[in-house]
């Protein structure tokens, strides 16, 4: 009889499990946007002039600049994964470093965005708010809910990305074992679609 | 090597920064024609050059071109309920 017992080996990984469950979780996030997407397509279909008006009093230019950074974001997170396969642990940190800091960046572009909407009344209950006209209300409610839900994501985002900076700092994350990198990397792209789409639905609605 | 077939193919450098420029070309575009010939086109360019950069980020930087075809017919099973859902209630919406 063999003395190695068979679970010798202490640590299971399971590289295309870990994978699939990513993915299914992406596919409920895609289900919880594509609700409001839908929302948003049957009341512009109710009110096609008021999300135009709407549309115009978003801030079109913060709009396009946190597009720019998203998709920015998204490339130096896929650059991290490359270069985590290829060894190159150094890239690897930097390319982490600056997703977050481009993550930052955006969540500071609507900071800046909502204050500005906030000080014209546009807020729940609001004094502007309350005097627009129905169409022009749920606007603003999608537009505050939606942007809100994917901030929400990208905070998540930072605080996933710094985890897995720091797994990389301390070698818990290498060349051969880089499976957190990958599905926080495969969310943080999700978090960068779903922007692509609201871009237009929201920003380019005028 | 050993590692490309348990973990699949390694994305070159070089291909992501062609997709990133690619998706940051398609968003001038979009901007342009939304904003120039918005009566026109803003809704046709929408409905094609938004799910054609969703695409690009889904095949390349997420690399669904070099997965399994099991994970590929997933995300197509998950987006095409997507599409149909919304397809049927927008319908019904439309139409009432």
Redesign the interface.
Known sequence: MSTVPLHAHPVHKD?EGA??GT??FL?TE??LF?GL??LY??YR??YPLEFRTGGEHLN?FIG?AN??IL??S??T???S??AI??GNRKLTMLCLGSTIALALLFLANKYIEWTGEIRRGIYPNGPALLKLPDGEKIFYGLYYSMTGLHGLHVIAGVIALSFVLDFVRRGKIT??D?TKLENV??YW??V??IW??L???LY?A? | ME?TA??GH????RS??K??LL??FL?AV??FV??VY?DVL?VP??LT??PL??GL??F???HLKSEKPF?KG??FL??A??VV??GL??SD??YR
């Open positions: 590289y994978k699939l993915w299914l596919f895609l289900l594509g997407f839908l397509s049957a279909a109710k079109m396009v597009t720019v998709l920015t998204s490339l997170v896929a650059i994964l490359t396969r290829k060349g051969a880089f990397g495969l792209h999700l960068d679609v692509i789409f871009l237009p639905l380019l005028a | 590692d348990v973990h390694i994305t070159p450098y992501l920064v997709v990133w998706l940051l968003t979009l901007v939304s904003t918005h803003a360019a929408l050059i938004t950069k969703a980020v889904f390349y930087f997420m994970l997933l995300v998950a987006l309920f997507l859902s919304i209630t927008f919406i439309a």
